[in-house]
């Protein structure tokens, strides 16, 4: 139950559109109010001019009580809805994932910080150099999603809100579109009515293109240039295995499909003809199960990569399902992730990850130690806004889908072991 604040007779209340509203205690009338990203479910806590809110958008906001100005904000790892305490100029409060949080700032500097005992991370070192990027030539793309590279090194791209495949050369030149939308076999849906839009590739070892349909629950099954020739799944079929919230997909060298199946918080795995072999969610070895897979990597050691995005990690797996590890954590810091997404793996075994929420790509190596990172909001060539997939080619390039800017970033690393913080590996 939310509690309003109350202060100089004002009353400070929290609203399910996730507005806060300051209101005149004596008459009601608004004197302002302040959107967050998403509803907020806690009571907002006012202290020495300050209101402090937090949104389940994942931040604690502090707003200046007398003009709804924002001073800062701060990220944590899940919503709350629990109260606030604040003592001393420090905010404290529980989250959902079980984390404590104590948060100091400042309203000259605008910054906030977490007093948990953590050293402040060093300064991120550019760990990329921009090479090119795609946008679609004379027919530009409106969104993007998932991306793969053939054995020719030609680019396919998911232009979700088209329900088309997208190919272009190496150099960005666009070679061909293909895909009918629709729900039947052999079509294409990557979109709802309401906006939103997403879907994945990957090539397997014959050269065939496996299509993930994420609102459908569906695998289909391409030639290179469109031409249908299997699928399964089907969200209210027979044979619903896959629910209608799935994300990324990946082939192993034996022509294995993986899908990171969001809705049922597993991977699952498949024969090439679509047989189940296997689902895994991660409680064979991991302190904690999956929590919304988004994607999948296999790495040339046959394990593979899965980013577990409510909990703001990687999880690596050997061959069998078993949990090997997990890679980084709740973070903005070097090694540290916020809804992470994309992920690939380079010929000498580097994990890249799209780290979505801090717009940046992270690399990590083949035990887990931080290797750098790259990427800041905007819409400059470089810059993301909302990186989502990602591959890599053999010449170590970087193709990074950014589904803000609806284009695709291409990138050359600069990977040096001794640029980041301590790794963030851990058994």
């Known amino acids: 139950m939310r509690v309003p604040a109350i202060g100089d007779g004002v009353v400070y209340s929290a609203s399910d559109d996730g507005a806060i509203y300051a209101l005149n205690a004596a008459n009601g009338e608004e004197r302002w109010h302040f959107a967050t990203g998403d509803v907020t479910h806690a009571s907002p806590a006012l202290v020495g001019g300050v209101l402090y809110v937090p949104s389940d958008d994942r931040n604690v906001y502090a707003i200046d009580a007398a003009t709804g100005n924002e001073l800062w904000r701060f990220p944590i790892d899940s919503p709350t809805d629990q109260s606030l305490v604040v003592a001393g100029g420090t905010v404290y409060l ?16 605008g910054t906030a910080s977490a007093l948990t005992g953590e050293a402040t991370p060093a300064a991120s070192v550019p760990g990329a150099t921009f090479v090119r990027e795609f946008a ?77 349909l994420p609102f459908e629950g569906r695998i289909e099954h391409f030639t290179p240039d469109g ?29 294995r499909v993986y899908v990171a199946d969001s809705g049922n918080h597993q991977v699952q795995v498949f024969e090439p003809d679509g047989a189940l072999i296997a689902t895994w969610d991660g409680s064979t070895g991991a302190a904690t199960r999956l929590a919304r897979p988004n994607d999948v990597a296999i790495a040339p050691d046959a394990s593979v990569y899965v980013s ?60 887990g130690a931080f290797l750098t990172e790259w990427g800041e909001e905007g819409s400059a060539p470089g810059q993301f806004s909302g990186p989502i997939y990602l591959t890599v080619n053999d010449a170590g390039e970087v193709f990074v889908s950014d589904e803000g800017n609806n284009l695709i970033h291409v990138f050359q690393p600069t990977l040096n072991a001794s640029a980041g913080a301590t790794p963030e590996a851990t058994p």
Do not use: C
């Not at 997404?341 to 035990?367: H, I, K, S, T």
């Open 94 to 109: 529980g989250t959902s994932l079980g984390s404590v949080y104590a948060i100091g700032g400042s309203e000259e500097a």
């Open 136 to 212: 679609g030539g004379a027919e530009p793309m409106t969104g993007v999603s998932g991306v793969a590279l053939d054995a020719s090194g030609k680019l396919y791209v998911v232009d979700p809100l088209n329900d088309q495949i997208r190919v272009f050369s190496p150099d960005g030149t666009p070679v061909s579109t293909w895909g009918e939308s629709g729900t039947g076999p052999g079509q294409l849906l990557f979109h709802k009515p309401d906006g939103s839009f997403h879907g994945d590739i990957a090539f397997a070892p014959d050269g065939s293109l496996y299509v993930g």
């Open 227 to 255: 031409a249908y020739l299997d699928g399964w799944g089907g969200e209210d079929g027979d044979d619903a295995v896959l629910s209608g919230d799935m994300a990324g997909i990946a082939v192993d060298a034996e022509g």
């Open 308 to 367: 577990d995005e409510d909990n703001h990690r990687v999880v690596h797996f050997d061959a069998n399902g078993d949990v090997i590890n997990t890679v980084g954590r709740f973070g903005t810091g070097p090694g540290q992730l916020i809804l992470p997404w994309g992920l690939a793996v380079d010929a000498a075994g580097n994990l890249y990850v799209a780290d979505y929420d801090n717009n940046r790509v992270e690399v990590f190596a083949p035990d």
